[in-house]
């Protein structure tokens, strides 16, 4: 096998291993920080045909909007050649701001003091979601998710939603846990890759979830997976 060759398999390998329709992401970010705080945002892409993982992990001042944190999200993602689209801004919410992530392999998010967020799989139900709670003095939430569901022989569309309670304190498989339980109340099905990760699957009715948004706030961290890649040894 000519070296040419071996390069080419192993970019076709990079591309097949990425789950079909799973890789445009969608980051939103609203309100402003009531106090200079810390914000963090990790986001792995594909650039090239190989993965890529840009950081931001800054202290930020007081009145800092969600949408200058886009902005600057993006002026970085830029740099590091990930392919990114910053939405049109809001009329009624200037301090909002959305970017869309071509190629997205996952979104790590961390909030607080007053900016809020959501990161969104738009094509497909992510791989994987993991809850990391603040501290025991932080504040509790109520973990927001919402999903489009399309049934594969009806292709009838509908939007459900899931709340699930969720102390400050708790480590990550307790919340796991509890979106296991809320999931089946809700008769979602899910599965459980590790003891701290929850993955999305379908409705009871069979319908498939085609695209999950997940809210978070006040200092939680949400790691959502939506792709992975395969390495040419494997």
Same mark, same amino acid.
């Given at each position: 096998?000519? +070296?040419?060759?071996?390069?080419? *398999?192993?970019? +076709?390998?990079?591309?097949?291993?990425?789950?079909?329709?799973?890789?445009?992401?969608?980051?939103?970010?609203?309100?402003?920080?009531?106090?200079? *705080?810390?914000?963090?945002?990790?986001?792995?892409?594909?650039?090239?045909?190989?993965?890529?993982?840009?950081?931001?992990?800054?202290?930020?001042?007081?009145?800092?909007?969600?949408?200058?944190?886009?902005?600057?999200?993006?002026?970085?993602?830029?740099?590091?050649?990930?392919?990114?689209?910053?939405?049109?801004?809001?009329?009624?919410?200037?301090?909002?701001?959305?970017?869309?992530?071509?190629?997205?392999?996952?979104?790590?998010?961390?909030?607080?003091?007053?900016?809020?967020? !959501?990161?969104?799989?738009?094509?497909?139900?992510?791989? !994987?979601?993991?809850?990391?709670?603040?501290?025991?003095?932080?504040?509790?939430?109520?973990?927001?998710? %919402?999903? $489009?569901?399309?049934?594969?022989?009806?292709?009838?569309?509908?939007?459900? %939603?899931?709340?699930?309670?969720?102390?400050?304190?708790?480590? !990550?498989?307790? $919340?796991?846990?509890?979106?296991?339980?809320?999931?089946?109340?809700?008769?979602?099905?899910?599965?459980?890759?590790? *003891?701290?990760?929850?993955?999305?699957?379908?409705? %009871?009715?069979? !319908?498939?979830?085609?695209?999950?948004?997940?809210?978070?706030?006040?200092?939680?961290?949400?790691?959502?997976?939506?792709?992975?890649?395969?390495? %040419?040894?494997?």
């Amino acid at each position: 096998m000519t +070296l040419r060759t071996a390069l080419l *398999a192993s970019l +076709l390998l990079v591309l097949a291993s990425l789950a079909p329709g799973q890789s445009l992401a969608q980051l939103r970010l609203e309100g402003s920080l009531s106090t200079a *705080a810390r914000v963090e945002i990790e986001v792995g892409a594909l650039v090239k045909g190989e993965p890529r993982i840009l950081e931001l992990r800054a202290f930020l001042a007081e009145g800092t909007t969600g949408a200058d944190v886009i902005r600057l999200l993006a002026g970085r993602m830029q740099s590091a050649e990930i392919h990114s689209h910053v939405g049109s801004a809001a009329v009624k919410d200037p301090g909002a701001g959305t970017l869309f992530i071509e190629q997205a392999l996952h979104v790590n998010l961390r909030l607080d003091q007053g900016i809020r967020g !959501s990161v969104t799989a738009c094509e497909g139900a992510p791989l !994987s979601l993991k809850v990391i709670a603040p501290d025991k003095d932080g504040l509790d939430l109520s973990l927001l998710l %919402s999903a $489009n569901a399309i049934h594969p022989v009806t292709r009838a569309s509908k939007t459900v %939603s899931l709340e699930v309670p969720m102390a400050a304190g708790n480590h !990550s498989a307790q $919340n796991c846990e509890a979106l296991m339980e809320a999931a089946v109340t809700a008769k979602w099905g899910c599965d459980r890759p590790k *003891a701290d990760l929850w993955r999305p699957l379908r409705l %009871s009715d069979g !319908s498939r979830l085609e695209g999950v948004s997940v809210q978070t706030k006040n200092g939680w961290r949400v790691e959502v997976t939506l792709a992975q890649v395969a390495r %040419s040894d494997e």
